[in-house]
């Protein structure tokens, strides 16, 4: 009779096959070479369980018990056993700003674009500059701007700021007059932008208009990937917690980038090229479903349940994914 062995999480095979092939482990423990390994797991390897852990969905240190002795789990880390709770939390308090530095430089790219809004009641200066400013330059009939390269005392270095008024009714106060008709009153909103972008302001401001999209992502990272857990009572910890659901966050849409096409064309508010599925989707619809493996002649099989959707979407997906040099092995 042949081994057979029963698996909560058999979309894992994607993962598995995914980060082998974006060399995600070597790229890893480079980031954690120039510190000592641990006794029995190196540092690297718990990172890389976080990241699986909070890619299946759960929260809390506590909840590896669910899947400690899952096959697919263990296959994907390559490990016969997991770490304790003990384990990875003594890991996260004996993280440092190095370590921490050497890991967010990992999913960096150089170049990258940003604006940021400014609050006016932060530099008082920039709103002397609104205030004695004369000449504005025409963007639409509505919206003018002028700029300037400025750097506040505590800044190492100066950037472009964009300062930017809207004509709009002002809120009308005290009682209304019952007439055939009510005159509006106008006058100006303000904005400033902090940017490192080179564009025409107009550019500048679409862009920055576009921002809406960035606020679901942080509402997804805080609902699926629990940015909002605190696991342990030191800084640098949290943050390479914070660090490993970005982490897991980036690799579920880079993996639907390798295996997609993408779906827009590039817009000036910058919208997202592909149409992203969420990550609550994706644990439902992939991870989280039994399977079975065994070994028929010695062949490695995964058995799921039978779903003609699922298999196909499955098979697409692997066959999506560049295969590597080494065989992906279950160990």
């Known amino acids: 009779m042949e081994d057979q062995t029963l698996t909560s999480f058999p979309g894992l095979v994607i993962f598995q096959k995914f980060f082998a092939s974006i060399d995600l482990k070597s790229r890893l423990r480079r980031c954690f070479k120039p510190l000592r390994p641990g006794k029995v797991f190196h540092p690297a390897t718990v990172f890389l369980r976080l990241i699986v852990y909070l890619l299946l969905g759960f929260c809390e240190l506590q909840d590896c018990h669910y899947y400690r002795e899952d096959p697919l789990v263990q296959g994907l880390l390559g490990l016969r056993r997991l770490a304790t709770v003990a384990t990875v939390s003594r890991v996260l308090k004996q993280a440092t700003a190095p370590k921490r530095r050497r890991l967010a430089s990992l999913p960096a790219r150089q170049g990258v674009e940003f ?48 300062f930017i008024r809207t004509r709009a009714k002002q809120q009308q106060k005290g009682p209304i007059q019952l007439d055939l008709f009510e005159p509006y009153e106008y006058g100006y909103e303000f904005k400033m932008i902090v940017t490192n972008k080179t564009v025409r302001a107009k550019r500048v401001a679409a862009f920055h208009e576009g921002r809406g999209s960035q606020e679901g992502v942080f509402a997804e990272l805080r609902s699926h ?34 295996t997609g096409q993408p779906a827009r064309g590039t817009t000036a ?29 010695g062949h490695l099989t995964l058995t799921l349940r039978a779903n003609s959707w699922i298999k196909t979407r499955l098979l697409h997906i692997l066959d999506q994914i560049p295969a590597t040099a080494r065989p992906v092995d279950f160990m």
């Open 269 to 297: 508010k910058r919208t997202c090229l592909w149409v992203f599925e969420e990550v609550d989707p994706l644990r439902k619809t992939l991870l989280h479903c039994a399977g079975r493996l065994s070994r028929p002649q």
């Open 115 to 162: 604006t940021i809004s400014v609050p006016f009641e932060r530099f008082v200066e920039l709103k002397k500059m609104i205030e004695q400013r004369r000449r504005w330059r025409r963007v639409d009939g509505e919206t003018h701007y002028f700029q300037t390269s400025w750097k506040p005392q505590c800044w190492d270095r100066r950037f472009r700021f964009v």
């Open 225 to 258: 990937c629990h940015l909002d857990y605190v696991p342990v009572r030191t800084l640098y910890g949290n943050q390479t917690y914070l660090l490993a659901g970005l982490f897991a966050y980036n690799l579920t849409r880079e993996r639907q980038m390798q």
